[in-house]
């Protein structure tokens, strides 16, 4: 049998740890985890899942790609609350307040934060918020800036606002009881894409402070910077993943504010690059999920429809027993 320095030039390298930037079909031996590895192919995919039972956009949602909840929404407002296990999506119990264009943060779908939005009710912006327990919705302390399309990331006890309508920069954080104002955002915008795992590590993109913008920034707990620009400028996108790796979903694109796009891109930190679209473009759409397991659903023009994100490939280790 042929030997692999016979094969590839070179013999396998020992690493500390893993390369930051390996090349395709590299092959290494990780000596901290005694691991032998390879770079392979990455793969990436949208594939249709079961549709939710409203039809919604401006929508919020949380969770994951197997426990996600979907909330609010629709034009007038919705109060709506769904809930998906990965299969099927379940009404459950609404939220207090029916309102459109609202933040959403959370973990799970038994584990949520609500918070913002628009009332048809009475035409205004609300700064409520409401936590999600599993199975009802409690108004709790409310934000100290009303106001609409605006991001989020983070979790029901420590969830980030920031950004929306009126094109604002404020920033806010939520410690599980009150919401602080703490440095703004930058770049003012509107419908704007956010994810983060908690308050102190987000990332903001796209948004429209005027036009629809590629700007992002990354927050590290105290102050917003910006970094590398997404390739296809937009605003009213979906957004998964975390400060370090994320999905910018959908959206519509300057100069064709009645067209929306299908256009995925992911971010590793450093770089956003263009992954395969989704199967239905659309706009004002939610997600939840990661990078390599996410789920976008709802969206204008008002659909039910829900995709499931898949990733493969990347560092593989090799078994050699």
């Known amino acids: 049998m042929a030997e692999y320095k016979s094969i590839n030039g070179t013999k396998i390298q020992d690493f500390t740890s893993d390369p930051a930037n390996p090349l395709e079909g590299q092959v290494w031996y990780n000596t901290t985890s005694n691991v032998l590895k390879i770079s392979t192919p990455v793969v990436s995919a949208w594939a249709t899942a079961n549709s939710m039972g409203t039809g919604r956009y401006l929508l919020a949602g949380a969770g994951t790609q197997t426990a996600a909840l979907a909330f609010g929404g629709g034009y007038p407002a919705f109060a709506q609350t769904e809930s ?3 299969t099927n999506w379940t009404e459950v119990n609404d939220l207090n307040t029916a309102r459109y264009s609202l933040g959403g943060a959370g973990a799970t779908n038994t584990a949520a934060l609500g918070f913002g939005g628009y009332r048809s009710s009475n035409s205004s912006l609300t700064a409520a918020t409401e936590t999600w327990n599993g199975t009802n919705w409690t108004e709790v302390n409310d934000l100290n800036t009303a106001r609409r399309a605006l991001a989020s990331a983070g979790t029901n006890t420590a969830a980030l606002a920031f950004g929306g309508q009126p ?3 404020v920033t806010e954080t ?11 955002l930058n770049t003012a915008r509107r419908a704007i894409a956010g994810c983060g795992v908690n308050n102190t590590a987000a990332l903001a993109f796209g948004g429209s402070p005027g036009a629809a913008t590629g700007k992002t920034e990354t927050w590290n707990g105290t102050n917003w910077t910006e970094v590398n620009d997404m390739n296809t400028a937009r605003d009213g ?3 998964a993943g975390t400060n370090t790796a994320a999905l910018a979903i959908g959206g519509r694109v300057p100069n064709a504010p009645s067209t ?7 971010w590793n930190g450093t770089n956003w690059t263009e992954v395969n679209d989704l199967n239905t473009a659309r706009e004002y759409l939610a997600a939840a999920g990661t990078t390599t397991a996410a789920l976008a659903f709802g969206g204008k023009p008002a659909t039910a429809a829900t995709e ?3 990733e493969t490939g990347g560092t593989t280790t090799i078994d050699t027993e």
């Open 260 to 266: 929306p796009t299908a256009v995925t891109e992911e």
């Open 237 to 239: 996108l979906g957004s």
């Open 308 to 310: 499931e994100f898949s």
């Open 167 to 169: 094109v604002t920069a």
């Open 84 to 86: 998906y296990n990965g």
């Open 174 to 184: 939520w410690n599980g009881t009150n919401w602080t104002e703490v440095n703004d």
